[in-house]
């Protein structure tokens, strides 16, 4: 069972344009990390959120925790080429000692 | 600023053959995991380990080993190799279960 179910999977779009990608679970978190990944390399975080309709601004990236705390957005605006990678959502739900479950992630190309 | 550290970062093994990939990390976190990545599955949980002298299996444990005797070290051991084990393999570490992950730059290995 694949509890954080990421769409889209694939996206390709031209540089300037608006993106959602999003990351839903029907399991509560405590908290969602966002990762990107670049080809041979392991992931980097990009943020944590944490509490129920948090938002958090990262310069063109606009991340937000659903109310409920079951999803996660990732919104880009104007995007450039250079944001071009895996992005992937983990979820922890407290307390666990086995930590983050992964999505399967989004791969976003941006063409210029 | 070493972070974590993995070796090889390629490997060919045939079937049957065992090897040891290296972890260690310079940020005195106490947890730390493997992963294995493999396309259209995402990041699965091999092994993880709380604390020196604790680990634990995580979702894809059959055929791999771990120990924990320092902790800065979290080598992943497969004990007879398979095709199927042919994955990129990342070590990752936070200073607390849950907490933001820190990536090694992952093992490419194929089992021929």
């Known amino acids: 069972t694949q509890l954080l179910e990421q769409s889209p999977q694939f996206l390709s779009i031209q540089e300037g344009e608006n993106l959602t990608v999003y990351c839903n679970s029907s399991?509560?978190?405590?908290?969602l990390q966002w990762y990107r990944q670049e080809p041979g390399e392991g992931p980097v975080l990009l943020v944590t959120?944490?509490?129920?309709?948090e938002v958090k601004k990262l310069k063109r990236l606009t991340f937000q925790f659903g109310d409920a705390r079951k999803d996660s957005s990732l919104h880009i605006t104007a995007a450039q080429t250079g944001d071009t990678g895996l992005y992937l959502c983990?979820?922890?739900?407290?307390?666990?000692?086995?930590?983050?479950?992964f999505g399967k992630g989004t791969h976003l190309i941006i063409q210029p | 600023n070493a972070g974590v550290t993995q070796t090889p970062k390629f490997q060919v093994l045939k079937t049957g053959q065992s090897m040891t990939l290296q972890c260690a990390q310079d940020?005195?976190?106490?947890?730390m995991s493997w992963y294995r990545q493999d396309p259209g599955m995402g990041l699965r949980l091999i092994h993880y380990?709380?604390?020196?002298?604790?680990?634990d299996q995580g979702e894809v444990p059959n055929g791999y080993n771990v120990s924990r005797s320092t902790t800065e070290d979290f080598p992943l051991r497969l004990l007879s190799a398979a095709p199927s084990q042919t994955s990129v393999y990342f070590c990752?570490?936070?200073?607390?279960?849950?907490?933001?992950?820190?990536f090694g730059s992952g093992t490419q290995l194929s089992v021929l």
């Open positions: 990752a570490s936070s200073l607390l279960t849950g907490e933001k992950l820190f």
């Open positions: 959120v944490v509490t129920g309709g």
């Open positions: 940020m005195n976190h106490e947890y």
């Open positions: 380990s709380v604390g020196a002298g604790i680990t």
């Open positions: 399991s509560v978190f405590s908290s």
């Open positions: 983990a979820g922890s739900r407290g307390g666990g000692a086995d930590g983050l479950t």
